[in-house]
């Protein structure tokens, strides 16, 4: 009877035991993969015909952590997309999403800790239909800035006006000047004078309005990018003023220096640069392909 009592008490307690399931693994691609459709998809979503700063995959999380320039694996202090996230620029502070709390920042620095791993196969291949819908009332009214920030942000969209004033002005200049270097002229040609001045009164401000424009959010999909055009457009400016005034100086003297001849060369090599990486933020590097 002793066998038979011990099978009884196993069969007991392997029945009585209760079996508990198993958590589910925490996966980080998941997690921060619904903090980007929440803030994030609404201005980023690849739905979007015009998604911001031409950066619309915010969901593909494998091609977010394949940009060098946003991400870089196991490293969030050198990853620019949590830079942004930390200094509280993304979202920009006029975003109809909301700021990031605390924990969803946490998630998404963990997610670049872990590598920047995908969403697992079970997460959601979609977006929620109405992202309004999952933002409380109370969030959207208290992103509304104030009138000071929404002014400043307005302007800052002048700058895709204003730019071409200085670019073809100072292409205008060069022009003048390569002629009387052909025609083997040293008297300061006026023209030149007059575009150089003109370019350079237009180049300051378009170099502020572009760092207002930035504010925005523009160009957040390529902020390497974004950096060297910002700092280039602003070097640019600043050179074109000094050439200017390097050009008033060969005036009053009556004669062109080979100096001003260099600061107006290198001063088109700028301006030409930092209009081509402007043009890339924009329209993208495939904008000519035929």
């Given at each position: 009877m002793n066998?038979?009592?011990?099978?009884?008490?196993?069969l007991v307690m392997i029945v009585g035991v209760p079996v508990t399931a198993a958590e589910p693994v925490q996966h980080s691609g998941d997690d921060v993969r619904a903090v980007f459709?929440?803030?994030?998809?609404?201005?980023?979503?690849?739905?979007?015909?015009?998604?911001?700063?031409?950066?619309?995959?915010?969901?593909?999380?494998?091609?977010?952590?394949?940009?060098?320039?946003m991400v870089i694996p196991s490293r969030p202090?050198?990853?620019?997309?949590?830079?942004?996230v930390q200094r509280d620029e993304m979202p920009p502070a006029d975003s109809p999403y909301g700021p990031l709390t605390p924990e969803q920042k946490d998630v998404v620095r963990a997610w670049i800790a872990d590598g920047a791993p995908d969403a697992s196969?079970?997460?959601?291949?979609?977006?929620?239909?109405?992202?309004?819908?999952?933002?409380?009332?109370?969030?959207?009214?208290?992103t509304h800035l104030p009138s000071a920030e929404r002014l400043f942000r307005w302007v800052g969209k002048f700058h895709l006006l204003?730019?071409?004033?200085?670019?073809?002005?100072?292409?205008?200049?060069?022009?003048g000047e390569a002629r009387a270097i052909w025609q083997r002229n040293p008297i300061p040609s006026e023209a030149v004078r007059y575009c150089l001045w003109l370019g350079a009164m237009a180049a300051i401000p378009t170099a502020i309005l572009g760092w207002l424009f930035a504010t925005a959010g523009n160009g957040a999909g390529s902020p390497q990018l974004l950096m060297a055009h910002r700092w280039l457009g602003t070097t640019a400016a600043v050179w074109l003023?000094?050439?200017?005034?390097?050009?008033?100086?060969?005036a009053y003297f009556g004669t062109r220096s080979l100096g001003v001849r260099f600061l107006l060369?290198?001063?088109?090599?700028?301006?030409?640069?930092?209009?081509?990486?402007?043009?890339?933020l924009d329209r993208g590097a495939d904008f000519f392909d035929f």
């Open positions: 066998w038979k009592m011990s099978a009884a008490v196993v459709a929440v803030k994030c998809a609404g201005c980023h979503g690849a739905d979007l015909a015009k998604p911001k700063g031409r950066f619309g995959y915010v969901l593909d999380l494998r091609r977010v952590a394949g940009n060098p320039e202090t050198e990853s620019e997309l949590w830079v942004l196969s079970t997460a959601p291949d979609t977006m929620p239909a109405t992202l309004s819908e999952s933002i409380p009332p109370i969030i959207l009214e208290r204003l730019l071409h004033f200085p670019i073809a002005l100072v292409l205008v200049a060069a022009f003023v000094v050439t200017a005034v390097g050009a008033q100086r060969d060369a290198f001063g088109v090599l700028l301006t030409m640069l930092t209009a081509h990486l402007g043009g890339l």
